[in-house]
């Protein structure tokens, strides 16, 4: 049995112990005691750890075939005709000698960041160097919960037609007069607002690792990059910046206890869940975003059939499920608090994303030559906006204090 199947066995004893702490106290109708309160934290806790090396060692996993994979294509022969078009690897590889200076890595669209069929669809293969995208989308909730990306060559304001409202029919009494009930349309405008970052190395550990500097490079840009864009995809004011998800999905649900600092309750969840009709609910990229610390909450919550709303992956790989529909999470969004939209729902396809011109990595041997420094930095365009405004993405608003 390998390591991955060996923690996901541990995360799903740790699970059934918190439920079996949870279950108790419930059937004794009383608060959790200190001692139980601390094994519940630390369950957590565990869980959360867990789920980190599961992360690292799937990481892992795909590094080590990618690797393999760019290093059978060294000894691949050379073709005995014409010279074949050089491929994206092939100018990486030249970026790395400094025989080149720029190279863009195109964007992909996916659907998930971790590339299982449970989660959600197959991830396609990439190429060791694609890590530059790849990286920006396990780091970013809504481009790995499926939201439309949209990629285009350059970066010239791109406008989307899309339906704010629709025909509706009536009874019409013989010989009267057919009411006129037109569909109402607008456009939905994305910019490409530049993230970015550089990297500086030393010459030496250029010349001592190259190959390898740039697969680590690209991780690490992918991710800063990656951060600064994800956090105005969920908050962005649309003032200079990308329109997040939050600033115009509509209010679902507003809490309605007061003085409960904005928690919500089971029921208020399922209404949640139901306020996004059913076509957006069926939607494959029908999905919940919401923090780490709010994912905790929603862990101790029961139905009113005494099931928890929350329910781990059953395999490795797999999203965990609250009320069926997979759950990610992302810090960009508002913690639990009056008034606070804590938790999205909904279907995140209609939330598009535009790419203009892919990724940019790119080398500088000049611009800090007095320190024999190697500058590297990665830029990416783009801009996102719920296109679909009519109720297909959801919040939950805590109730005023």
Not at 87 to 105: I, P, Q, S, Y
Not at 225 to 246: E, F, R, Y
């Amino acid at each position: 049995m390998n390591e991955l199947h060996k923690l996901h066995e541990t995360r799903q004893r740790i699970w059934s112990e918190l439920r079996n702490l949870s279950d108790s106290v419930a059937a004794e109708d009383r608060e959790f005691s200190g001692e139980e309160e601390s094994f519940w934290q630390k369950g957590n806790a565990d869980l959360e750890a867990v789920d980190a090396r599961i992360a690292v060692l799937i990481d892992a996993e795909k590094w080590t075939a990618d690797v393999e994979a760019a290093m059978a294509r060294f000894g691949a022969p050379e073709a005995p005709a014409s010279t074949p078009e050089p491929t994206v690897e092939d100018e990486l590889r030249a970026l790395g000698r400094g025989e080149v200076r720029t190279v863009v890595v195109p964007a992909e669209r996916r659907d998930l960041t971790k590339g299982t069929a449970t989660a959600g669809g197959n991830t396609v293969p990439t190429s060791f160097f694609g890590q530059v995208w790849e990286h920006m989308i396990e780091n970013s909730a809504i481009l790995s919960a499926g939201a439309t990306v949209l990629n285009t060559a350059s970066g010239e304001n791109l406008e989307i037609p899309v339906t704010t409202a629709h025909s509706s029919g009536a009874l019409i009494t013989e010989g009267s007069t057919l009411t006129e009930s037109d569909p109402a349309f607008a456009k939905r405008t994305l910019g490409a607002y530049k993230y970015g970052l550089s990297i500086q190395v030393s010459s030496e550990l250029v010349a001592d690792t190259g190959f390898d500097l740039l697969g680590y490079l690209a991780r690490q840009s992918g991710r800063a990059v990656g951060n600064a864009l994800g956090t105005d995809l969920i908050t962005g004011n649309a003032s200079s910046k990308p329109s997040g998800i939050v600033q115009t999905a509509t209010t679902g649900v507003t809490g309605a206890t007061t003085g409960a600092s904005g928690a919500f309750t089971a029921d208020e969840l399922i209404d949640l869940y139901y306020s996004v009709i059913a076509p957006y609910r069926a939607s494959t990229s029908c999905a919940w975003i919401m923090r780490d610390a709010t994912l905790a909450r929603v862990r101790k919550l029961k139905g009113s059939d005494n099931n928890y709303l929350w329910q781990p992956g059953l395999s490795v790989g797999a999203p965990d499920l609250l009320l069926g529909k997979p759950v990610y999470t992302d810090p960009n969004v508002a913690a639990v608090a009056t008034s606070a939209k804590s938790v999205i729902f909904g279907d995140i396809s209609a939330y598009h994303v535009r790419i203009a011109g892919g990724v940019r990595f790119e080398r500088s041997d000049d611009f800090a030559f007095q320190n024999d420094l190697v500058t590297f930095r990665a830029i990416v365009r783009a801009d996102g906006i719920l296109a679909d405004q009519t109720g297909a993405v959801k919040v939950y608003v805590g109730a005023a204090s």
